[in-house]
């Protein structure tokens, strides 16, 4: 659903085909008939934007029908915590709406009331056997009784009997030795809703069993071979490197910001990964201010801008303020929002506005020349547009990271054309303009003259330093659990991550892909996994720390037996 990944995804369509040689099911469910829908066992249509309704249906089934992996749902799951009794849903509507007096936005919502039941320690109340009627299982149940066959077919268009037939297969992956998985791309991600129809289909697979197992999972299909990468490194307006939150305004020092994202638990039982954010917040400032982050001034904290709150800077706040003139430049960087963003004629007019803009690509394009584009008058645009020729990707050295979180090294084949250069020696050439400018004049210059700007070798970028400096390094002579890492030794992972200033990360969940072992997303093995299911562990690297299935702990019983002996 949401995909078509034999014309869009070819290469991950090619284990799709290999599964289904070896007897496995393919379901396409999408409002046209593709490519896919040609190769799938069962294809079944519904009307667009109606996918919560199929998937709620799914829910309903699953839990009418008993399908649900008992001990993974009761164990491995939220669905045996207990609500408080504030929490309630009536007339389309959760407990705790507030609808806005103006504009137009339909509201929002005060989530205290969804909150779970505490004991005296401060630990969430839990029904191991579900059954309580306030405990997320039972809420579950309730809340999609609604969804029956008849209602949900009214709603998708889609008939009963291939509602039924969709349900039935899939449900079938519940069972112990089977799986299932989704694969989803644009067509769920570019919706509104297109988060709770991901979510809808995460309680599915968690009800199921299928996340953490091989052959599960809630899988996005990236639009491009590094959209996953960039993600890792804060493509997105608000988060940090490694999803790590942007600061807003009123976390005025670094202590009130990683007290503001740090999570506390006070069950014994909790892993409460997060609590180690501290250690990710200041090992990343570290790495972009180098020596001069120090713990007396807040490691470089106050050096870097903070989002106002309330605020949101999104792709069409961005456009929505340039159009009313508050931007003056920007880089269009590998991107064409004149073709590619939504409202071309008024992100077109926006552009017209500026005063200057920088179109960084391998050719020109609408947005380079959106001056001449449809109801555009040249003569009335003052942008001053410049053009940076860049290197397409075999011209460069680095690396990408995919859908799978697999990083991959790529080497430099054919040397640039022309006067076209790689991304990374145009951006270390601009930053260094920009600290000389700074030299001299600009205001608040801290942030620009302390920023780490090494990543050169020879006068060119160095691919390998960066990789490097994301990874990590030791700043000083440290020692954990009794053994001394030295000044300058890359980090082995994030678990040795510090809170001090004794390391250096530019992104945590990197840790690992560079060690003193060498570049472990350049490694090539042929050799599997000793189960031989197609993880190949030597080839290339894997986010977070080499680990091919993520929440795999879910893919054994309590136990440590496997649900599936064939993958254990």
Known sequence: MGSNAAENHP???????????????????????????????????????????????????????????????????????????????????????????????????????????????????????????????????????????????????????????????????????????????????????????????????????????????????????????????????????????????????LDAYNQAYTPVSKDPLSANWWQNYPKYSVSLLKAFFGDTATKDNQFGYNWLPKVDDGEVYSWFDLFDAMYKGNIKGFFAWGQNPACSGSNASKIREALGKLDWMVNTNIFDNETGSFWKGPGMDPSKVGTEVFMLPAAVSVEKEGSITNSGRWMQWRYQGPKPLGNSRPDGDIIMRLGHRIKDLYKSSGVFADPILNLKWDYETHGEFDAHKAAKAINGTFTRDTTIKDKVYKKGTLVPSFAFLQADGSTASGNWLYCNSYTEKGNMAARRSNKDAPNNIGLYPEFAWCWPVNRRIIYNRASVDLKGQPWDEKTG
């Not at 491995?76 to 137009?104: C, H, R, W």
């Not at 008939?159 to 969709?166: E, F, G, R």
């Open 11 to 253: 290469i991950s369509f090619k284990y799709v085909t290999e599964a289904m040689e070896n007897g496995a099911k393919l379901i396409s469910v999408d409002p046209r008939f593709t490519r896919t829908s040609a190769k799938a066992d069962i294809y079944t249509a519904l009307r667009s934007g109606t996918d919560i309704a199929f998937l709620g249906g799914m829910i309903k089934y699953i839990l009418d029908n008993n399908l649900y992996n008992h001990e993974y749902t009761a164990e491995y799951t939220n669905a045996g915590f207990i609500v408080g009794e504030a929490f309630g849903f009536n007339d389309g509507l959760f407990s705790g709406y507030k609808k806005n007096d103006v504009g137009p936005s339909m509201g929002s919502y005060d989530k205290s009331t969804w909150a779970f039941e505490m004991d005296t320690d401060g630990v969430p109340k839990i029904d191991r056997t579900l059954k309580h009627d306030r405990c997320v299982f039972q809420l579950m149940k309730k809340h999609y009784e609604r969804y029956d066959l008849e209602t949900v077919s009214k709603i998708t268009g889609t008939s009963k009997q291939d509602l039924l037939t969709v349900y039935k297969t899939y449900s079938t992956t519940g069972k112990k030795g089977q799986a299932g998985t989704i694969m989803y791309a644009m067509g769920w991600t570019q919706h509104t809703v297109g988060t709770q129809m991901i979510r809808t289909m995460a309680m599915i697979q968690l009800m199921l069993g299928n996340m953490g197992v091989a052959g599960g999972g809630v899988n996005a299909l990236r639009g491009e071979s590094n959209v996953q990468g960039s993600t890792d490194h804060c493509l997105l307006w608000h988060i940090w490197p490694g999803y790590l939150k942007t600061p807003r305004s009123s976390n005025d020092s």
